[in-house]
């Protein structure tokens, strides 16, 4: 199926890519319609059918984008997932999932097998920096790395990047697209549920750039919240635009911006 609103995909492969991520590619004539924003942080939401059943119930979406839910709500089954990769030539799109135990989405990704479907919806980014920009900060725990990644991966040459990531352990580094002027620094065993974040203290420690600047971060919610107010209290990021995203809620399931 597949509609203005609606596109249907099954998986056409898995990669794992590293002990605490799983990379799905999805196909399908659904995807025909799919038109990516072309921002790297887009996001979509993500329906699953009815593991018992094999029923898919969608909401309905006026044209304000509104939703309605069915009397039983919870047989919407959906989670809310960046993109890695779209490619409209080859009708492909890559969705980047965080191996964690329970979870709508988790548990569904680490079962998928080739064939297995699943509707989306259509994308909205956030990622919105000046015009003229000159350098960037982008932050992310495990869950915003795909969108991170992709943001880099279409950063203009001459733009400045300061990159910081937490993860569990090096063994769940990935390997980043190359840039000319991006500084990454890893840190292990923070956020990511396994201890206090350390995004905030290391914004702190980076140095105001040359020309505008941008700050764009994706993590738990309280650590997002909390870049946003340690961002405005730092000199270096005086009069620097600012978006933290919340892509998880500790103690809830793991999702990403607007869900």
């Known amino acids: 199926m597949s509609h203005p609103t609606f596109h249907e995909a099954c998986v056409a ?9 799983v990379r799905l590619t999805f196909a399908g004539a659904g995807l025909a319609a799919f038109r990516s924003t072309g921002i790297g942080d887009e ?3 993500l329906f699953f059918p009815d593991p018992a059943s094999g029923e898919l119930v969608l909401p309905e979406i006026d044209a304000d984008g509104h939703w309605t839910f069915p009397a039983e709500r919870e047989r919407v089954r959906y989670a809310t997932y ?24 988790s548990s569904w990704a680490q ?24 350098w960037q900060v982008l932050m992310a725990d495990a869950t915003g790395l795909p969108a991170l990644a992709r943001l880099l991966e279409q950063t203009p040459a001459h733009v400045e990047s300061r990159i910081v990531i937490e993860v569990a352990d090096r063994a769940h580094e990935q390997p ?7 500084i990454v620094t890893w840190s292990h065993g923070t956020g990511n549920g396994l201890s206090a974040s ?10 105001r750039g040359d ?3 941008y700050l764009w971060a994706a993590a738990e919610q309280k650590v997002a919240r909390r870049i946003r107010t340690v961002a405005r209290d730092l000199p270096a990021f005086e009069g ?13 399931e793991k999702r990403a911006p607007g869900s």
Do not use: S
Not at 176 to 182: K, S, T, V, Y
Not at 198 to 207: F, N, S, T, Y
Not at 240 to 252: E, F, L, N, R, S
């Open 13 to 21: 492969r898995r990669q794992l890519l590293t002990p605490g991520m």
């Open 176 to 182: 980043l697209p190359p840039h000319p002027r991006a």
């Open 111 to 134: 079962a998928a097998a080739p064939g297995d479907r699943i509707v989306l919806n259509n994308p909205r980014g956030l990622y919105e920096p000046p015009a003229d920009l000159g």
């Open 211 to 213: 020309g505008v600047g």
């Open 43 to 45: 996001y979509v939401r």
């Open 82 to 105: 960046t993109i890695r990769r779209f490619d409209a030539r080859a009708g492909e799109l890559d969705i980047d999932f965080v191996i964690h135990e329970g979870g709508l989405a």
């Open 240 to 252: 620097v635009p600012c978006k933290a995203v919340a892509y998880w809620i500790a103690g809830a």
């Open 198 to 207: 350390a995004l905030d203290r290391q914004l702190a420690q980076i140095p």
